[in-house]
Nanobody
């Protein structure tokens, strides 16, 4: 069992930056690749990116590429989502998710239904 807790959400102006954190408790954190998702009202949950278990490889959705950055600190069992140049369309509830991975350098899937554990989500609102 892995418990995930996101933090760092809030209200930010367009063009601003915000870093989300996701702290994990439970089994060996590095055994899990991590994904970040978001869900805006009335829209499907969207994967914004992911990071391999070792932290060496990342991947991003085209909509956030160049603006968002994912990193992890396995010693702290925490994964981060740094978001720069925020836009009103980035407004959503952001979730982190964990998927068991035997290959520590492989970037996780973008398919939400394949993840094993989810955080409770944190609201991010970007004002124009």
């Amino acid at each position: 069992q892995v418990q995930l807790v996101e933090s760092g959400g809030g209200l930010v102006q367009a063009g601003g930056s915000l870093r989300l954190s996701c702290a994990a408790a439970g089994r060996t954190f590095s055994s899990y690749a991590m994904g970040w998702f978001r869900q805006a009202p009335g829209k499907e949950r969207e994967c914004v990116g992911g990071v391999s278990g070792s932290g060496t490889n990342t991947a991003y959705a085209d909509s956030v590429k160049g603006r968002f950055s994912i990193s992890r600190d396995n010693a702290k069992s925490t994964v981060y989502l740094q978001r720069n140049s925020l836009k009103p369309e980035d407004t959503a509830v952001y979730y982190c998710a964990a998927i068991r991975s035997f290959y520590t350098r492989v970037v996780p899937t973008t398919r939400a239904n394949e993840y094993d554990y989810w955080g409770q989500g944190t609201q991010v609102t970007v004002s124009s």
